[in-house]
């Protein structure tokens, strides 16, 4: 085996092993405890998660989205400050643990050796960003899962382009409408080029319509169903639209709050280059698919554009941190040349070593002098007193 072997290894048809085999196993399980150990370092070194500042200073609903809202509506009927912190890092903890689970399987299903395997997820795990999503705030976390779910379908659509591959993005696209307030202007335009990659439809307004109806119907029949729920529960409906409402109230652009955000994404993400370069590669390995590739940078660059013009609260490492999500997620649908697999994990260890050190873009310094504090003697100090 030579040295440019060494990220890839040739797929075998039909010799996908299960999913849970020891390797997932481990790599999920081993990050639930990390950053369990992590998230309880931090809350014994005196830092209040992000999550649980917004309950106490009731603006929960300004969060994120609905799968937030649910979150924090249960763990504010929780008992006390480290009760909640204990529930909200758990939950953190075990979502990242079976993402990592799950990345770790896809990428050795998709040809990946152990090796490129083992460093895509360490320097995913070593970004600084992800780290304080992870132990700190874990609002946009639905949006990035959202994101990641979104590029193997949009693959798969490109590549068959058929009614099942519709269905297959239309339900995923209420993901976006439970993420994030401002990821919900994304599900017209995504649903519209599903609809038009069927040939049919193409051709036939009528098959168009259709195709467009099945790709909407899941996210209107769950908005509707919300809705009703909390209506039937005798809840505030207005309460739960708020952060809907708000996002979009006085939508006004600012260039400079934009150029920040595409260098914060360039800088915290730079492998937004590798799907740009694979659309012009010569002599790839496969058929190209360049409609998912450059979803994988589209995405971000629209939540940047939202920043800067709708009263999301976004903070600017967040597109940088949906970009990473969806390029590793579309690493596991493509087959790269040797050259730019060795440029997508040089990238990806330039992303984390520049989020530590590229301050003036995004900073967390209380979280960060709480991380480093000197660990205790005994892991039982780990757990908060009251």
């Known amino acids: 085996m030579s040295l440019i072997d060494l990220a890839t290894a040739p797929v075998r048809p039909g010799a996908r092993p299960p ?68 529930v909200l890092t758990l939950v953190a903890a075990i979502v990242s643990g079976l993402a990592f689970g799950a990345l770790h399987d896809r990428l050795r ?43 193997p379908a949009i693959r798969a659509l490109e590549n068959v382009g058929d009614v099942q591959a519709a269905i297959g993005i239309g339900l995923l696209l209420p993901l976006l409408l439970l993420a994030s307030p401002s990821a919900t202007l994304l599900i017209v335009p ?18 168009f319509v259709a195709m467009l109806l099945v790709t909407l119907m899941p996210t209107a029949i769950v908005a509707l169903g919300i809705v009703g729920f909390i209506a039937q529960s005798g809840l505030d409906v207005a309460a739960a639209l708020l952060p809907y409402v708000h996002a979009y109230a006085s939508p006004r652009f600012d260039a400079d709050a934009f150029l920040f955000g595409l260098v914060a994404l360039m800088v915290f993400a730079p492998v937004l280059l590798v799907p740009l370069l694979y659309c012009v590669w010569p002599d790839l390995p496969e058929r190209r698919h360049g409609y998912s590739a450059l979803a994988v940078v589209a995405l ?87």
Do not use: C
């Open 300 to 386: 971000p660059l629209y939540l940047v554009l939202a920043r800067a013009t709708l009263q999301t609260g976004m903070e600017s490492i967040v597109p940088a941190l949906a970009l990473l999500a969806a390029f590793v997620s579309w690493l596991t649908v493509v087959r790269l040349p040797f050259g730019l697999r060795v440029l997508a994990l040089l990238a990806l260890a330039l992303a984390a070593a520049s989020s530590w050190s590229v301050l003036a873009l995004w900073d967390a310094p209380l979280w960060k002098a709480a991380l480093f504090s000197p660990p205790p003697a005994d892991l039982r100090g780990l757990w908060p007193a009251p």
């Open 109 to 151: 299903g998709n040809g990946w050796f152990r090796i490129g395997t083992f460093f895509v997820l360490a320097t995913l795990l070593l970004h600084a960003g992800i780290l304080y999503t992870l132990t700190a705030s874990a609002s946009d976390l639905p949006l990035y899962i959202a994101f990641a779910a979104l590029i």
């Open 190 to 207: 995504i649903a519209i080029a599903s609809a038009f990659a069927d040939p049919d439809a193409r051709r036939d307004l009528r098959a």
């Open 19 to 86: 999913f849970w085999r020891p390797a997932t196993v481990l790599w999920s399980s081993g990050a639930v405890i990390v950053l369990l150990l992590l998230a309880l370092h931090v809350i014994k070194a005196g830092y209040v998660r992000q999550d649980v500042v917004q309950l106490q200073s009731g603006e929960d609903w300004r969060s994120g989205g609905w799968l937030s809202q649910v979150v924090l509506r249960f763990v504010e009927l929780l008992p006390g400050a480290t009760l909640q912190h204990l």
